[in-house]
T-cell receptor, first 111, second 116 residues
């Protein structure tokens, strides 16, 4: 079967850096995505990794290690608006092109 | 707004009734996905289309669920004889293939269904 694990909740303060980890056990890995989802809203795309290494995009960075089945999303200079759920999703070849999502990590940013 | 749109945004129905949701993808996108999300969970894949062809269906998609994309543009998802367990957020996403960015899926705002 396919399994994606993320911490359920994390807290941090404004201006800080937070790292949200994602581990996956899937077959036929074909890319990993991070999405942000505010309560009651649609997931919005943050990042995509298919090769090992770090992808940086402004305050957000995502890292992938395929051999370890591990990814993290790094958020810098946290702002209150970053309070949201962060979803890790994996595409596996055997599942066609659909994404398999983790349950999400709810991040609360306080002042 | 050139993003994915869904209608209605909210739907309350009684058990046993039929409901239909609509999704309009980003205009040039050839792939369209339906997902279902319940509280505290990530989205779960239901089905997807490439143009008008329905290429894959999840085992989550019971016989009461049917989806169409007749002209390869908008799509509808119908649930017949709704059950309380169908209460969820129904998300539509679209993507463009081929793509240089791993076929990123862009999500609509969702239709929140409550079955009483």
């Amino acid at each position: 079967g396919q399994n994606i694990d993320q911490p359920t909740e994390m807290t941090a303060t404004e201006g800080a850096i937070v790292q949200i980890n994602c581990t996956y056990q899937t077959s036929g890995f074909n890319g990993l995505f991070w999405y942000q989802q505010h309560a009651g809203e649609a997931p919005t795309f943050l990042s995509y990794n298919v090769l090992d290494g770090l992808e940086e995009k402004g305050r957000f960075s995502s890292f992938l290690s395929r051999s370890k089945g591990y990814s993290y999303l790094l958020l810098k200079e946290l702002q209150m608006k970053d309070s949201a759920s962060y979803l890790c999703a994996v595409r596996v070849r055997q599942a066609g092109t659909a994404l398999i999502f983790g349950k999400g990590t709810t991040l609360s940013v306080s002042s | 707004d050139t993003g994915v749109s869904q209608d209605p945004r909210h739907k309350i129905t009684k058990r046993g009734q039929n409901v239909t949701f609509r999704c309009d993808p980003i205009s040039e996108h050839n792939r369209l996905y339906w997902y279902r999300q319940t509280l505290g969970q990530g989205p779960e894949f239901l089905t997807y289309f490439q143009n008008e062809a329905q290429l894959e269906k999840s085992r989550l998609l019971s016989d009461r669920f049917s989806a169409e994309r007749p002209k390869g543009s908008f799509s509808t998802l119908e649930i017949q004889r709704t059950e309380q367990g169908d209460s969820a957020m129904y998300l539509c996403a679209s993507s463009l293939l081929p793509s240089g960015r791993g076929e990123t899926q862009y999500f609509g705002p969702g239709t929140r269904l409550l079955v009483l």
